[in-house]
């Protein structure tokens, strides 16, 4: 029997869908997990890490830190906010300390952290999102137990 937790599939319909499940993504990872969102420009991983937020009780507006690169926030434990879309890779990556960040305390999320595929530490929660019809989301989750 495989100890990798099974892939599953969700279907949202709208932002806010798309947001509750990010609540409850948060809910079930522990302390020191890293979380991988990929998908294309506008397909919702901003709203993702919003749910995951507010499972976390922070309070303050969730921006996508496409400038700043790594946004930290306080809540029941830290949230660390990497946005790697102006990056070129794992040197880039490396040149902003951003390893440290894979290893730390409270959750990491990493938007575009197919960069740092290579790096992304063993147990990495991977979620994966589409963008189907009528601005419906399919999203893939896994390595969480659900």
């Not at 947001?19 to 979380?35: A, H, I, Q, Y």
């Not at 921006?63 to 990056?87: A, K």
């Amino acid at each position: 029997m495989s100890s990798m937790p099974d892939t599953y599939t969700f279907h949202t319909d709208s932002e806010q869908e798309t947001k509750e499940l990010g609540v409850r993504l948060g809910r079930s990872v522990p302390s020191g997990t890293v979380v991988s969102l990929q998908g294309p420009l506008g397909a919702g991983k901003t709203v993702i890490a919003k749910g995951i937020a507010e499972a976390l009780q922070i309070n303050e507006a969730i921006v996508s830190p496409t400038f700043t690169l790594v946004q930290e926030y306080v809540g029941t434990m830290p949230l660390h906010h990497m946005d790697l879309y102006r990056l070129h890779g794992i040197d880039d990556f490396s040149g902003i300390g951003g390893e440290e960040l894979l290893y730390s305390d409270g959750i990491t999320l990493i938007e575009w952290s197919e960069k740092i595929e290579d790096i992304l530490p063993p147990g990495t929660v991977r979620v994966k999102i589409a963008i189907g019809d009528n601005g419906s989301r399919d999203i893939m989750i896994s390595g969480v137990a659900w």
